[in-house]
């Protein structure tokens, strides 16, 4: 009977660091998918050249961002979620006031979504 008991408060102690590291899985994603969407609605605001460019990569995202929408909907405060974003936009936006957000920048970014493609194994965390 002990080792029943034991067993079972060893297996509750578990599952909340099993919750937590989904959490940040799903928190790592939500940054990583929201890194490439600021930057190409930036190409798309700032370097027209991109613009066509920019947008098509941009779709490739939406799949992505709702099957993370269906992932984290009262799962995760939103709160932490809207702080990942927000440090992400941050950078972004110091960046193009330093002058450093060049149409290169734009070129690799969408290069990296149309050619290279996301990282899968990032994204098991959501699939």
């Known amino acids: ?3 029943w008991c034991l067993a079972g408060l060893l297996l509750s102690s578990l599952l909340p660091v099993q919750a937590a590291d989904q959490d940040y899985k799903l928190v790592t994603v ?4 929201n890194f490439y969407l600021l930057n190409l609605n ?4 700032f370097h ?7 947008y098509a990569a941009e779709s490739s995202l ?3 961002l709702d099957k993370l929408d269906a992932k984290t909907k009262g799962s995760i405060d939103s709160g932490m979620l809207n702080a990942v974003v927000q440090k992400r936009r941050d950078a972004l936006n110091a960046q193009i006031k330093e002058g ?5 920048h734009c070129h690799a970014v969408i290069k990296l979504l149309t ?4 990282d899968k194994t ?3 965390a959501i699939e």
């Open 48 to 54: 027209p050249s991109v613009r066509k460019e920019a």
């Open 62 to 64: 939406y799949p992505w």
């Open 30 to 33: 939500a940054g990583y998918l």
């Open 122 to 124: 990032l994204l098991k």
């Open 42 to 45: 930036a190409c798309q605001d």
């Open 100 to 104: 450093d957000f060049t149409v290169d």
């Open 1 to 3: 009977m002990k080792k």
């Open 115 to 118: 050619a290279d493609g996301l």
